[in-house]
């Protein structure tokens, strides 16, 4: 995997890593995916849980029994469930979503995968990420694992991410630049 230049992204790299290794080990790499997958699910959805995560004010012990009762309640067991708790009493709660990015990559790199996010306006159907995989297939010359988020303000369209590349089809993205288009000739 590429080194990048943030602290962070070091960080998330590192412990994605060392997880993925250990998900290795006890073949349960797919498990572990779902698990950050879910967790991540939680953590898109709930103000308060992204406050516990990203804020300095809570102490490690605080943050420790947080996501523990939060990953008990959620039935996110075993190496996630251990994970979590590893990462709360090491101060690490912050790097969590680069770490299931970069556990993704490291997971989708291991099978073969490209891997892709893809931000759309609504949630997709099985048949319409099936066609997205398709084309995303014929774009990368391999299987595409893909991230999908929903961002209502995108007002309909895609945004794919796949490596260095981005591929912005958003109606919000065309209206901004008709905007301008329109505010250069006028």
């Given amino acids: 995997m590429a080194q990048s230049s ?36 939680m953590l898109n959805g709930s103000a308060d849980l992204a406050r516990l995560v990203n804020s300095p004010v809570f102490s490690s012990e605080d943050q420790a029994k947080a996501i523990a009762a939060i990953a008990d309640k959620a039935k996110i067991t075993g190496l996630v469930g251990n994970f979590l708790r590893v990462v709360a009493r090491n101060r690490r709660l912050f790097a969590v979503p680069g770490m299931i990015k970069a556990f993704r990559q490291i997971a989708a790199d291991h099978r073969g995968e490209a891997s892709a ?29 893909i991230a999908v988020t929903v961002d209502p303000s995108l007002l309909g369209g895609l945004i794919v991410k796949m490596g260095s590349r981005q591929i912005d089809t958003s109606l919000k993205t065309k209206l901004n630049s008709l905007k301008l288009a329109l505010k250069e000739v006028g």
């Fill in 117 to 145: 996010e893809v931000t759309s306006a609504h949630a997709l159907t099985v048949a319409q990420q099936t066609e997205l995989k398709a084309a995303l297939k014929s774009l990368a010359g391999k299987d595409v694992a």
């Fill in 6 to 41: 943030s602290p962070i992204s070091a960080v998330a790299e590192r412990y994605a890593s060392s997880l993925f290794e250990l998900a290795l080990q006890e073949n349960s790499v797919a498990k572990v995916e779902a698990d950050l997958n879910d967790f991540e699910t």
